[in-house]
């Protein structure tokens, strides 16, 4: 190890007993506080054995710290960590919405709140970025992705790590916290897209489809790595040597704390790989896992297996190593305590709700839009639905830190906007359903067989069209619904996600025509469950689907997605004209270069965001049909016409461990749809 807290690091190692080595690889919950009674928690902190708690509250924190540095011989500081994910008292669109602005600084602003927000509360470590690559909506964890492209959630990935850790990750300043790529690796694949199910890559898609986001994480900096509870190809990832060791310290040069999931060591026996609790924690410190969270098996187990020889003294300095220089990094051994004044000063900022609101309003996508329903302007409006003034279930799911007053409905907005909202249904121009799902039936241990709108929200939609009013449907969910069965009853269709505090405004100024929808999918959306996993990138087949009966299809739903990837709709027009591949052949080390033409022919200034693609001709192993190998977003005001020179490095459309050379289609345009515009060769 080599960095600028080595001699601190030796020295303090030097005096520390191995109980007190061992207890800095313990995490622990927040139950800690509920569980135990004091004698238990002192003695505890006596021996040394808290290294890190889940727990974000700066009273008690700091109670137990005092304690903690009086008690313990080695006096090293408890670590308090938790999952900021979209947000702690402010919260921001869920990650996999604030994708769909294909942003990556947008999301780089919100984690660096989140981060301002987490760290006033006590917090010094998140468990966010989540880098897993989603295809299957049935998974309910989607909504904490960066979406299905490997490319565009690198880039998210990236931003999100920098925001949250800031410029320097051997200083993470008081602001800022240690970030942690999860869940490394695969979680995102799991068989039919139940959650801690089986994971199976072929080594292909694990480099260059699934691999990526999490390196990017790496590259931008994350000092903290989670393992995934899923195994792949048969090895529980926890104590998976190849990913841990050979992949991600030796190949990638991860110089940081690893953790394990929630039990996920103890689960490697569940799982029927290891054969016993004493089997897991000697495979998980022979995979160099650091931190075991919740399982309390490398504080059972550790010292004896040292004593008996089947673990090394020098496997454990090291993993304590990595520890401490996390402690240093989140710069806690100096500054072990949390300001309490900070929660009157660093929480819900005027200027963080106003960058919630950003979020907002460049997350949602307007999927449908027949006759120019939207923007409702000059209309009696009929509202209902479940969620029109539900403030709860706005925020998503990772949203327990959340003061749920402070959030603004749909309803709520609408009305401080002057909309005319009307209570005879009979009276009113257009309804707007508030449809949708709750926070439970997103997130974790939330996986479906049926995505669709719930059936009473479809009936009472149904219900509602026998009024012959236009309806526009308005969806509150955290993952894409499949919305085949209900569609042709609206009008209109407007994706909101799991928007947060801001939801109520940014949905409202959308729908009245105060800012013009701009948000594209970063998932695909399929007609009907039953095509889940669904993805733009999907492999060729010797069949490709047509109207022929014998190629790839199902034969009762139509061909493809329903929403593709990259797709959204807009109250403007957008042309696109001169597009010109201006690169014919290219090597690993130069550019492409496109150029496009995009005008707002409309009368809403806008966002367009110009989307590349690539094909290759023919790869032993078949790569996918088209691969996103850059975007562009541009500001568009009335009237205005830009021209853009897109410089895409060839890297992006190269794969790892493969012979590149040979010839690939580009495609560019709205979306992943979008037509071909020329050919180019690489060469080797
Ligand atoms: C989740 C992780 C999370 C951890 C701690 C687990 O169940 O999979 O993403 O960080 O709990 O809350």
Redesign the pocket.
Known sequence: MNNRYNEKIEKLLSSMTIDEKIGQTNMLGGSIYTELDTSQIDGMLRDGLVGSI?YMCPQTNNKLQRKNLQLSKSKIPILFCG?IIHGVRTIFPIPLAESCSWLPQLAYETSKAAALEGTALGCKWT?APMADIVCDARWGRVMESSGEDKLLASDFVAARVKGFQGTDRNNIDSTHMASCI??FTGYGSSEGGRDYNSVTLSKQQLDNRILPPYKSGIDAGAVTV?TA?NDINGTPCTVNNILLDETLRKSWGFDGVIVS??NSLKEAVIHKYCSDDVDAVISGINATLDIDMMSKLYITHIKQLIDNGKLSINQLDDIVRRILLLKYRVEIMDNPYTDETLQNTNIATPQTLELAYESCVNSIVLLKNDNRTLPIVNKKIYLTGPFTDDKRNLNGNWSYYNNVEQNITVKQALSTRNAELVSNINDCDVIIYCGGHTNEQCG?AASMVNIELPHIQQQEIIELSKYNKPIVLVINAGRPLALASIADYCSGILFTWHLGTRAGDGIADILIGNYCPRGKLTMSFPHYSGQCPIYYSEITTGRPANADKYTSKYIDSPIGPMYPFGYGLSYTKIEYSNITLKTNSITAKDNIYISVTVKNSGKYATREIIQAYCSKQFNKPIRPKKELIGYESVELQIGESKTITMEIPACNLMYKHQDNSGKYDIYVGKDSNCGIIGTITFSN
């Open positions: 889940m999952d468990f999860k869940h989670m509870f999931d929630y974790e």
